[in-house]
């Protein structure tokens, strides 16, 4: 059996709230990290890496929000 992940994280989204629509930026993003594995996470310039990252941390400053997730941690 494989070590307890680091990070989990099920089905993130995140949103940012304009005048007068919502974006979301991150949709159902799901991944694993475990001791001594590395991720990267690469795509086009706008495909959500950065914010991916910035919620991964709970850094997402308003009016960006985490606006899903049935399971978001970090064992320490």
């Known amino acids: ?4 992940p680091l990070v989990s994280i099920r089905n993130l989204t ?7 629509h919502l974006v ?3 949709k159902s993003i799901s991944l694993d990290v ?11 310039s ?3 890496k950065s914010v991916t990252s ?3 941390m709970r850094l997402i ?10 399971h978001l ?3 320490q």
Do not use: K, N
Not at 61 to 70: C, E, F, K, L, T
């Open 46 to 48: 706008g495909s959500g």
């Open 24 to 26: 979301t930026a991150v």
């Open 1 to 4: 059996m494989s070590p307890v």
């Open 14 to 20: 995140v949103e940012f709230r304009g005048e007068d």
């Open 73 to 75: 941690s970090t064992r």
């Open 61 to 70: 400053a308003a009016p960006g929000r985490i606006s899903g997730g049935d």
């Open 54 to 56: 910035l919620s991964i």
């Open 34 to 44: 475990r001791p001594g594995e590395i991720l990267g996470i690469v795509g086009e």
